[in-house]
């Protein structure tokens, strides 16, 4: 195996492209990723990303939004109920946006470090 340095595994990852060319697409659909790379043909299936990209999008999310909750809490100290009707749906959309990029930054460095599904072939 040629070296794949994990930055630009990681890169190529939060692009949403092909960890092994760079420009095909990572995902078919939302969360999906492609059997093949459209440009390199390259199997992006057989490394695992189940687990780790939720926990990252929430550790992020949470870390970018916890300093404003608190911030509205201590300042304004508004009701439980509009603090939850505001921070709720803000960090529900905020991490159901982030899962791509975590799983394409997932997917980017088990490319990197070689890591593969213990079933995958090859």
Known sequence: MSERPIG???RRGLRLK???CGEGRLFRKFLKVS????????????????DAPPYLAI???GHLLMPFI??????MAPPIWVMAS????LTLACCVLAL?????????????????HPDAEG
Request: hydrophobic residues 40%; negative net charge.
């Open 18 to 20: 092909c960890p092994e």
């Open 8 to 10: 630009l595994g990681i």
């Open 100 to 116: 791509p990029y975590m799983k394409g930054l997932v997917v980017g460095f088990a490319w990197a470090t070689g890591v593969k």
């Open 70 to 75: 608190v911030m509205m809490s201590r300042d």
């Open 35 to 50: 059997d093949r790379c459209e440009s390199c043909g390259a199997d992006n299936t057989v490394y695992p990303c189940d």
């Open 59 to 61: 550790f992020l999310v």
């Open 86 to 89: 505001i921070w709720l749906p």
